[in-house]
């Protein structure tokens, strides 16, 4: 493969109507209609998607390996966040 | 084709000579059954030129493109094997599909010229992609209405796969010529090359009145028009030349075919007459 310039983007693909967008991978392309492209033939070609979304790597904010304490760890010790006090109704599709 | 890589159809519709050069006349006659002489054109299209894009697989200038142009090369070795399978019903003599592609020599094959053009650069392989897929969506769209049961559900599954072939070939062709000079010099040269074998695709000849009976009607000064504009379109946008009509070549219909078929099919062929009838 020759050398590339061109810019990433991140792909997100929806499995079915109503489902979430799901991050599939990523790949380069020179515009916004390309991407699409490029995505609909890398990472749909076996019915996996019935949308996608592309968005230019850049314009995605991450955090750092560095906020993981400060963001995370203080979640660990409260239970009382998590909904596991209640018994899910019998016909209730747990996910 | 294998079996697995061949569950696309697709159909067009085809013809002969018309236009704005005269024609020389046909060296044998055409076959008995005018459908089965017209699948042949569809297949034959679709299964040459899918070969040839197969030929790129591994050689893409990106990876993103490299799937792109194997994903092409499987829709249309679909396509023709669909089409080539129907022919080979109609026809009656026991040859399946993968007889036809496999076991014809290339006096026998309808492609149209354009086909069977080189790849060459990247630039080439888009225009001839372009050129090619604006007219088969367009005749794919048509056949998709005809009130032939076989060949209108072949095309309407194709018509799917074309319509998302020519966004992709004519997104190409618009950031070629719009691109940098050297990539707006180098397909304006392969557009130039490449038109003298533009006029085959609209041709009318003696096959379309008996197509007629079969319920499949080809208006090809009315797909003409159509091809006309969105050519004209996509050129505009990519700020290229449409090259003057001049004489334009033809034969492929006719089984008069330029150097570049018969090494293809010596290609193409080689493993399946090699070993006749092996599974894979």
């Not at chain 2, 005018?34 to 054109?41: A, H, I, T, Y």
Request: proline share 5%.
């Amino acid at each position: 493969m020759s050398e590339t310039s061109w810019p990433l983007w991140e792909v997100f693909t929806q499995g079915n109507q109503g489902e979430p967008f799901e991050h599939a991978g990523s790949l380069h392309a020179t515009d916004a209609e390309h991407a699409l492209q490029n995505a609909r033939d890398v990472y749909t070609r076996r019915g996996e998607a019935v949308n996608l979304w592309v968005v230019p790597s850049a314009a995605i904010v991450a955090s750092a390996p560095g906020d993981a304490g400060p963001f995370f760890d203080p979640g660990n010790d409260k239970p009382y966040r998590h909904p596991q006090f209640y018994k899910v109704p019998r016909g209730v599709r747990v996910f | 084709m294998t079996k697995h890589e061949a569950d696309e159809g697709g159909i067009a519709a085809d013809d002969a000579s018309a236009g704005t050069t005269p024609v020389a006349g046909p060296r044998r006659a055409p076959p008995e059954d005018p459908l089965v002489g017209f699948l042949l054109r569809l297949g034959d299209d679709r299964l040459v030129l899918g070969h040839q894009l197969s030929d790129l697989t591994g050689h893409g200038p990106i990876i993103e493109e490299d799937i792109a142009t194997a994903n092409l090369a499987l829709d249309l070795i679909g396509q023709a094997s669909s089409f080539l399978r129907l022919a080979g019903e109609l026809e009656a003599k026991g040859r399946d599909e993968d007889a036809l592609a496999y076991f014809r020599d290339g006096v026998r094959f309808r492609n149209c010229l354009l086909v069977e053009q080189p790849n060459g650069d990247f630039g080439d392989t888009m225009a001839r992609q372009f050129l090619f897929d604006a007219y088969s969506v367009l005749l794919l769209d048509a056949l998709a209405s005809s009130s032939h049961v076989g060949v209108a559900a072949i095309a309407a599954k194709a018509l799917k796969e074309d319509r998302y072939h020519v966004r992709h070939s004519s997104e190409w062709v618009v950031r070629l010529g719009d691109g940098t000079e050297e990539s707006h010099r180098r397909v304006q040269a392969s557009l130039d090359r490449l038109w003298r074998f533009t006029g085959e695709l609209f041709e009318i000849d003696e096959m379309d009145a008996g197509l007629a009976s079969r319920g499949i009607r080809v208006d090809h000064a009315a797909l003409k028009s159509r091809w006309d504009q969105m050519v004209n379109e996509v050129l505009a946008r990519a700020t290229l030349t449409r090259p003057a009509d001049g004489v334009m070549q033809r034969g492929g219909r006719l089984g008069r075919h330029t150097e570049h078929l018969g090494h293809l099919l010596a290609t193409m062929q080689s493993v399946a007459r090699a070993h006749p009838g092996a599974k894979w």
